[in-house]
């Protein structure tokens, strides 16, 4: 029997294109809002903090600049850009998760940091050309339904010589961090999803990834964005990705 043109076979899930897949992911991270921070921290030994700080230093902000976080989840990454901010400048975090949002701002409250967290579609995101000195996406590109487009945004509301930095997951080549990848993202996670109360959404977590580029075909969408000074960093054996890169007009020799 022929899958359904508007789901993918192996999952089910409807096709990254279709209009019900930014539907199907928002409702599944609305489910788990509350259990996010809990199992970013168990699957990660709690190193996404670290991570997020490394990819905060490729944003390089400080006291003045203005940043935004798109997909900003619970609003660890905005937050840590508050940090290295400071009192001044601007600091946005925009997602279309609600209660993931709520949670966002209850932290700001809580830790005395001010982010402007609101309602944003990435594919689509309500700020003026070059608003931001830097735009950052933690965890979230490979949710995108239309990642080009997404890109395209992010390189839109930059100012020039502007900073964008995307911290990802991704699959690492050499042994023996590939093996342990494959058990721990394709066997393990899914099983901590049913201690969550949400197989379906920690089984998503392994397929997102697979389908995301790998590190040299996101730096090369980043280029057709209009991106240019593209790089990557790699972390945790080559799990992590972290990718930087300027739009064009900023001062000569910027790293």
């Known amino acids: 029997m022929e899958a359904s043109p508007d789901t993918e076979p192996a999952s089910g899930r409807p096709h990254r294109e279709s209009e019900e897949f930014a539907s199907d992911v928002r409702g599944m991270f609305d489910r788990i809002a509350g259990v996010y921070d809990l199992m970013n921290s168990t699957m990660t030994a709690g190193l996404h903090h670290q991570w997020r ?25 905005a937050l840590e850009l508050r940090r290295r901010i400071g ?16 949670l966002a701002r209850a932290k700001s409250g809580e830790q005395g940091l001010p ?11 309500p700020y003026g ?25 992010m ?41 969550a109360g949400d197989p379906d959404a920690y089984g998503y977590l392994p397929e ?22 593209i790089r990557w960093l790699l972390l945790a054996g080559g799990i992590i990705a972290i990718h930087s890169g300027t739009t064009p007009g900023g001062p000569e020799g910027a790293a």
Do not use: H
Not at 87 to 102: A, C, K, N, Q
Not at 156 to 177: D, K, M, N, S
């Open 53 to 77: 700080q490394r990819a905060v230093d490729r944003a390089v902000v400080g006291p003045g600049s203005d940043a935004l976080d798109i997909c900003c989840g619970t609003g660890d990454l």
């Open 87 to 102: 009192p001044d400048g601007r600091v946005v975090g925009s997602d279309f998760s609600e209660p993931m949002l709520d």
């Open 115 to 125: 982010v402007e967290f609101g309602w944003a579609d990435a594919l689509e995101l």
């Open 129 to 153: 050309e070059e608003s931001f000195d830097a735009v950052t996406v933690g965890f979230g590109a490979r949710n995108l339904a239309d990642l080009d487009r997404g890109l395209a945004e």
């Open 155 to 195: 390189a839109r509301v930059l100012r020039p010589g502007g900073r964008a930095v995307v911290l990802e997951i991704t699959r690492p080549q050499r042994e023996p961090l590939s093996s342990f990848y494959s058990l721990w993202f394709d066997r393990a996670v899914p099983l901590l999803g049913q201690l």
């Open 208 to 229: 997102s990834v697979r389908s995301f580029p790998d590190p040299p075909g996101l730096a090369a969408k980043m280029d057709v964005a209009g991106f240019t000074r």
